[in-house]
């Protein structure tokens, strides 16, 4: 694989899957491997689900892609069937192609909105490959370190009373950008009454609130959205990696009146694939499946199996430090030195076993992310797995 740029930060470890379905990978000796990070998030309801075969193959029989003066009629449905599930009716949206595209999006909107200065967001928040949320410069942005926050002894709402949160300058603030749990890989979850605080003082003083959910979205939390564990009400809500199930689309979605604040303004942003029918039809077709087989509550069901097993083995075994966790996004903290030699060491060992886990690089830290669809017998051979190969290394 000399000739492939990966991606920075990670090995390649298996070299040959030739053939993937729902849950597991295949290599070319037919070794089968339980895929526990859901290809990076991104295949919600696993690879090779028949029915987003059958509307990959349906949509592309008719049309692919739409030019700049010309459009389809799946793109408009699908657009309203995702504005409905966002409680955004009467609101806009544009399909993209990646997470990162679907965040800058936003953001550009809300820079053409805002007269203020600065959008604020958390300081562990990840926005993508490029642009303004990637750059993330101090003349634009306010990054607010939160962790000190999880240890606040205060049950009352935020409010100026605390001097971490007095420092916040919400007269330059005309935005904020909230990722409700990745926190770059790490999955944490910043408190609710912070939130709301924050929340409340943008919106009361007219600016807008955007959410990214390209992890946390589309069921992975055990709710369709990240931000609905917040009880806040988003203008600009950003999807990307499971709403394609493995296929490159991604949307953001405004909800009612933002895009008319922009006063007939043009967003300067256009790229080959925008609104593109065969990834809306990929889309519609996802967040279908996923109502309609009950995916939604079962993340939450077999994620609490999964957390669950997993404090039991920290208990057991005194070889992770925490588990952090809502629905099927799982984040292992391991009992580790500075070189993170039991993460080193756990990974291939599992890996040898038939489970693909990820790594945050440069973390002491294993994710669990699988499919929606993953069967309970399996979260169960990887809790059994997991904890022989923690008790067998030295």
């Known amino acids: 694989m000399a000739q492939i740029i990966w991606y920075p930060g990670h090995d390649v470890l298996l070299k040959d899957v030739v053939r993937a379905e729902d849950c597991y990978l295949y290599d070319s000796n037919g070794k089968r491997y339980v895929d526990l990070e859901s290809g990076v998030w991104c295949t919600s309801i696993g690879h090779g689900h028949p029915r987003i075969l059958k509307a990959l193959s349906e949509q592309a029989a008719e049309i692919t892609h739409n030019g700049f003066i010309y459009s389809s009629p799946v793109v408009e449905g699908a657009a309203r069937e995702f504005l409905a599930l966002l409680g955004f009716d009467g609101g806009n949206l544009v399909f993209l192609c990646s997470g990162s595209e679907a965040v800058e999006y936003g953001v550009r909107v809300t820079r053409m909105i805002t007269e203020r200065p600065l959008l604020m967001t958390m300081a562990d928040s990840y926005f993508g490959a490029y642009g303004s949320a990637w750059r993330r410069d101090e003349s634009e942005w306010f990054s607010f370190d939160w962790i000190p926050c999880t240890a606040c002894p205060d049950d009352r709402s935020c409010n100026n009373a605390c001097k971490h949160r007095a420092a916040i300058p919400f007269d330059r603030i005309g935005g904020f950008l909230f990722e409700p749990g990745s926190s770059s890989g790490l999955v944490r979850f910043p408190p609710v009454k912070l939130i709301r605080s924050i929340v409340a003082e943008v919106h009361g003083a007219g600016g807008l609130v955007q959410v990214n959910e390209v992890t946390t ?22 999807l990307g990696k499971g709403v394609g199930n ?24 256009a790229q080959s694939h925008q609104n593109d029918p065969l990834g809306a039809a990929v889309a519609r077709e996802v967040i279908r499946v996923i ?8 993340a939450g069901e077999i994620g609490e199996v999964l957390i669950r097993g997993l404090e039991a083995i920290k208990t057991r075994t005194r070889r992770i430090r925490e588990v952090r966790g809502r629905g099927l996004l799982v984040a292992i903290e391991m009992e580790d030195g500075p070189e993170e030699t039991l993460t080193k060491k756990t990974l291939p060992d599992m ?30 051979a990887f809790l059994k797995t997991f904890e022989e190969v923690l008790t067998a290394i030295s």
Do not use: K, N
């Open 351 to 380: 890996l040898d076993r038939g489970f693909v886990l990820a790594h945050r690089s440069g973390y002491g830290i294993l994710r669990v992310d699988p499919p929606l669809t993953i069967a309970q017998r399996d979260i169960e």
């Open 246 to 269: 493995g296929y490159p689309i991604s949307v953001t979605a405004f909800a009612p009146g933002v895009i008319d604040r922009l006063g007939g303004r043009e967003i300067m942003y």
């Open 217 to 238: 979205g589309i069921a992975r939390t055990g709710r369709w959205f990240g931000y609905q564990h917040y009880d806040i009400s988003p203008d600009i809500a950003s």
């Open 291 to 298: 109502g309609e087989d009950g995916l939604i509550a079962r």
